[in-house]
């Protein structure tokens, strides 16, 4: 492989924001939608393609079918930014996505024919013999548009899409709003002047921010934790549904000090697993629809995922992103203890029902070629 940006390539990143940012503070602003999938760089060099992933681990033995599309799609020598994602047709499905990672190439190549995956280009790197890094991003972006247009389907039907963008503020203020009920996860701004830098947090992003109501229901030990210094690792949320103690995720960013502090508060509240409302699933070995704590999956071999069960008597607030599915998409923010809240009252019914939005409408924004 010959091009002007080789990989190793580490993604340039991006800081968070409480709301969107007003353009004329930056020097003006790009928006676009925030994907949720995999970051990935694409490298093509006539029939060497290689996909790399946000830590520069290469993603390419994962992908074929992306492979053969950039050979089909693509320009033949150019280095693309982007997301990988799986969708339903009108959702994107992160579980899925991950589910991709999978170690036999027979496996490999079938789910690449049951659940393909599709790129959504948002930068473009290289092309031909140029390196397009310390270009602005409103030269990069007219490039990605000149280099896409004369290859994508005029369809849109992919699987190699190109991002929509707006210097509309309000627009993308829009997007942000209806955009999630597509799966998508916020949006992001990235200053038209700006030049590509790699590993670098230049560009600005604005998620979803929401609190919930739970139930501590257990806690895993952290890795450093030893006898003489237990420390606390993650807390095990849950949420009642239908008179059963749904697992919803876990809360883990806690100081030191914090991690010792809460293992000695939890434990007037530890109990034995058959007492437990998970107690049932105690013996379970294999994944399972609602990841309930304490099963395997791909994911997590060889990891001790067994967890101390406690008494479901103590209510949370968290802060959180979106769900995916029934479970928080992320790690869940500790906000603070809630004495007041009674735990059979936090149920599902508290959180916010995201409206539908078709996937296809934020993908076809993105299909017409322009800049």
Excluded at 34 to 60: A, H, I, M, Q, Y
Aim: aromatic content about 8%; glycine content about 8%; some cysteine.
């Amino acid at each position: 492989m010959d091009l002007p940006v080789l990989p190793p390539v580490s993604p340039m990143l991006a800081k968070s924001v409480s709301g969107i940012p007003d353009p004329d503070q930056h020097g003006g602003l790009s928006f676009e939608p925030k994907w949720d999938g995999f970051r990935c760089l694409v490298f093509r060099d006539g029939d060497e393609v290689e996909l790399t992933s946000r830590n520069t681990k290469p993603l390419t033995r994962y992908f074929p079918e992306i492979v053969a599309a950039a050979r089909e799609q693509l320009p033949p020598r150019c280095v693309l930014d982007g997301e990988l994602f799986v969708s339903d047709g009108s959702r994107l499905q992160f579980e899925v996505l991950q589910e991709r990672i999978h170690p036999a190439a027979s496996r490999v190549r079938l789910l690449s024919q049951e659940t393909p995956a599709s790129y959504v280009a948002f930068d473009l790197l290289a092309e031909g013999d140029t390196s397009l890094l310390d270009r602005p991003f409103a030269e990069r972006r007219a490039a990605l548009v000149a280099a896409l247009g004369g290859t994508l389907p005029a369809s849109g039907a992919g699987p190699f899409h190109l991002t929509r963008t707006t210097t509309d503020p309000e627009e993308a203020r829009r997007w942000f709003e209806q955009f999630e009920g597509a799966g998508l996860d916020g949006v992001v701004a990235k200053p038209l002047g700006a030049v590509y830098t790699p590993g670098g947090r230049t560009m600005l992003k604005i998620k979803h921010a929401r609190t919930a109501d739970v139930v501590v229901a257990g806690y895993r030990e952290h890795k450093d934790s030893t006898p003489e210094r237990p420390l606390l690792g993650s807390l095990l949320l849950g949420l009642w549904s239908e008179g059963r103690l749904q697992h919803i995720g876990v809360s883990a960013s806690f100081t030191a000090a914090r991690r010792a502090e809460l293992i000695a508060e939890l434990q007037p509240l530890v109990c034995p697993i058959e007492e437990h409302p998970w107690g049932a699933w105690a013996d379970w070995a294999i994944a399972n629809p609602d990841r309930v704590p304490g099963t395997q999956s791909r994911w997590s071999q060889g990891k001790d995922l067994s967890f101390v069960p406690l008494r479901p008597e103590r209510v949370l607030e968290v802060g959180y992103d979106h769900m995916e599915g029934r479970r928080f998409r992320h790690t869940a923010q500790f906000k603070r203890w809630r004495p007041d809240r009674d735990p059979e009252s936090c149920g599902y019914d508290q959180l916010e029902e995201v409206v539908t939005y078709d996937l296809a409408d934020v993908l076809g924004g993105g299909s017409s070629v322009r800049p």
